[in-house]
């Protein structure tokens, strides 16, 4: 399943004759994930270096 984006190999199908996204609804929400999963793996990784910090 393919949430609120298009399907792979169909990208031409997710812009209009001007260039403009056909839903931009859908970008919001996978930029939305995206940057959720960023904000946990930098508490995830900001965590484990002050556990255990590099040491050269």
């Known amino acids: ?3 609120g984006r298009s399907p792979p190999g ?5 812009f209009d004759a001007h260039g403009q ?3 931009p609804e ?3 929400v996978a930029a939305a ?3 959720r999963q ?4 930098a508490g995830a990784l900001r965590r484990a270096k ?3 910090p590099y040491e050269n």
Not at 10 to 14: E, Y
């Open 33 to 35: 994930g995206m940057v």
């Open 10 to 14: 169909r990208a031409h199908d997710t």
């Open 1 to 3: 399943m393919h949430r």
């Open 50 to 52: 002050r556990e255990h």
């Open 38 to 41: 960023l904000t946990w793996w």
């Open 21 to 23: 996204l056909r839903h």
């Open 26 to 28: 859908h970008a919001e």
